[in-house]
Every structure is written in C-alpha cells, then in structure tokens.
Nanobody, 121 residues
Framework: QVQLVESGGGLVQPGGSLRLSCVAS????????MGWYRQAPGKQRELVAR???????NYAGSVKGRFTISGDNAKNTVYLQMNSLKPEDTAVYYC???????????????WGQGTQVTVSS
C-alpha cells in the first residue's frame, strides 16, 4: 500500500550538484523519519542523511557540509541537495521511511527503488 518514489539521480562531474526527491504515498497515518542511504557495488549500504518529523537531522561524516536533507511534511516528501560531489559519492541512493500506515499500531520501514548517482569526469 505504501510506496516511496525517488527521482533526481544522474551523471555529474566532480564538484557538481544534484537534488534527489522522494515522495511517500498510500495510506499513511504518520511519518517518524525519512532518510537517504547509499550503496556502491560490493559495499554495504550506509546512512547518508536522516530527518525526523520534528526537524532534527543526522548526516554521515563524509557528507557533512556538502549535502542537505530537507522535507515537506504536507507533501510527505524528502529532498537531498548534494553539492561539491566527489567520485566517492558514486552509488545507488535509496530513500527510506519509518512510518505508521493507516490502521497499524506500529511503525515500519519502507524503501524506495533506488536512483543511480555517478560522479565522474
């Protein structure tokens, strides 16, 4: 029922910028947090940034000062503004949501399909 749809990935030169978007849709009662994870081939998936419903944020040390996560509560949407991109940022980026669906007593984790970000000259 709940679905996360991502967009905004692509190919960019080092030092460039991209903006990722993720929209949560379906029978949503409340959202506790949304965030972005990334995974490069042969590597473990890692947290990039996370934003809570109250507005607090967390960032991986490798992206602090370069990436900014933001959200629109009314639209159930989260964004990731990525600046000063490096080749090391190349990965599939996945949207994640910790939310409670309508009629459920508990929150659950949901994942988007992933969007490819490639940083190369």
């Amino acid at each position: 029922q709940v679905q996360l749809v991502e967009s905004g990935g692509g190919l960019v030169q080092p030092g460039g910028s991209l903006r990722l978007s993720c929209v949560a849709s379906g029978s949503i009662f409340s959202i506790n947090a949304m965030g972005w994870y990334r995974q490069a081939p042969g590597k473990q998936r890692e947290l990039v940034a996370r934003i809570f419903s109250g507005g607090n944020t967390n960032y991986a040390g490798s992206v602090k000062g370069r990436f900014t996560i933001s959200g629109d509560n009314a639209k159930n949407t989260v964004y990731l503004q990525m600046n000063s991109l490096k080749p090391e940022d190349t990965a599939v980026y996945y949207c994640n949501a910790d939310l409670r669906s309508s009629g459920s007593f508990y929150a659950h984790e949901y994942w988007g399909q992933g969007t490819q970000v490639t940083v190369s000259s």
